[in-house]
């Protein structure tokens, strides 16, 4: 009984001393305000938050305690507009074109239209030899008054008929006329005519042909191609002396009928952002029978520009070569043409 007594004495002590503590803790404490709306903008130059923390007792100073906000109380989320386009090599300048040279494609035309300017000159020999000995050339300008320097047009037309052949028609019609003094005595058929005549001459020359090309290269960037044509080409000369006495108008024609064999070759050299294209286009032909011999060489380059749909406009520029040479004891007709050229043309 004394022990039970003992033992609820201590108890009521203790209840005792823990009731007068109690109040004494409690103005000791720390009181932590949160504010889940706080924007990261209130950050101090330490990048620390501005929530803070009172130790408040009696009479001690309020002293601001550095926290992180937990997970979930971040920055709000907002959306991003992004970038135009990435960054590094996605905004670099864009590659060039590839280089494509322009072609017809089955059943398509070209046709086109050439402006020669070359520089006339050649010979004239009628007959070959008088009385057993032989005759001088007659010169086209000196002696016969033609133009040295005339303007010559030719016209062309192609058309595909599949993917590797065309068949192709030129045409150079040339009709000159001129007046001259001779610079020395010749014979011109059975007349004799001396030095310092005074001489009329109107010339007909039709330079044209019809052929069948074939395109043994076909690729984007270059089109090899060799044909073999007829050609035809009939000429006239009518010659006047005004001073030879009863000496009528002359008359020396002469038709040539020949094969012409030649290669065409184009080379894109360049294709700008709109498609025009800058190439090499150029062509070599050897004419031959009928006792004579024909070159025609044309270096040049083409600019086509792209018309939609498959058609093309061109320009071309160059230097042409253009000569007959005949091995003939009867009626010889040199000729030679050499200037600068420039086409225009459509591929539709």
């Known amino acids: 009984m004394k022990r039970s007594t003992v033992t609820v004495l201590v108890c009521l002590s203790f209840l005792c001393l823990a009731s007068i503590a109690f109040p004494y803790d409690n103005q000791n404490f720390i009181n932590v305000k949160i504010d889940p709306n706080a924007s990261?903008?209130?950050?101090?130059?330490a990048g620390d938050s501005g929530l803070a923390s009172e130790y408040s007792e009696a009479g001690s100073l309020v002293e601001q305690a550095s926290y992180r906000p937990a997970v979930g109380y971040g920055k709000p989320i907002s959306k991003v507009k992004p970038r135009v386009c990435a960054p590094g090599i996605f905004c670099g300048p864009k590659p060039e074109p590839p280089c494509i040279v322009p072609r017809r494609f089955c059943r398509q035309w070209e046709i086109s239209a050439q402006l020669f300017l070359p520089r006339l000159s050649g010979t004239l020999q009628w007959p070959a030899a008088v009385f057993g000995q032989p005759t001088t050339g007659i010169d086209l300008t000196d002696d016969l008054g033609l133009p040295k320097h005339p303007i010559l047009g030719e016209y062309s037309a192609y058309y595909q008929i599949n993917?590797?052949?065309?068949?192709?028609?030129?045409i150079m019609p040339i009709y000159l006329s001129g007046t001259g003094v001779t610079t020395k005595s010749f014979y011109y058929g059975n007349w004799f005519v001396p030095a310092g005549s005074v001489v009329h001459t109107n010339w007909s020359f039709i330079y044209q042909r019809l052929g069948l090309m074939y395109s043994f290269i076909n690729t984007c960037n270059a089109n090899v191609s060799i044909y073999t044509a007829w050609l035809y080409n009939p000429q006239q000369f009518r010659v006047t002396c005004t001073v030879c006495p009863d000496w009528p108008q002359s008359y020396s024609d002469r038709n040539r009928e020949m094969l012409m064999s030649g290669i065409n070759f184009r080379k894109?050299?360049?294709?700008?952002?709109?498609?025009?294209?800058?190439a090499c286009d150029s062509e070599f032909s050897i004419g031959y029978l009928d006792n004579t011999v024909v070159l025609d060489i044309e270096p040049g380059m083409r600019f086509s520009v792209p018309l939609n749909c498959g058609r093309w406009g061109f320009v071309k520029g160059g230097y042409r070569w253009l000569s007959f040479n005949e091995n003939r004891n009867d009626l010889q007709m040199n000729l030679y043409l050499e200037g600068a050229y420039v086409e225009a043309g459509l591929m539709f």
Request: proline share 0%; glycine share 4%; hydrophobic share 40%.
């Open 268 to 278: 894109c050299i360049r294709t700008l952002c709109n498609g025009a294209t800058l």
């Open 40 to 45: 990261f903008a209130s950050e101090n130059n």
């Open 163 to 170: 993917w590797n052949w065309a068949i192709y028609y030129s």
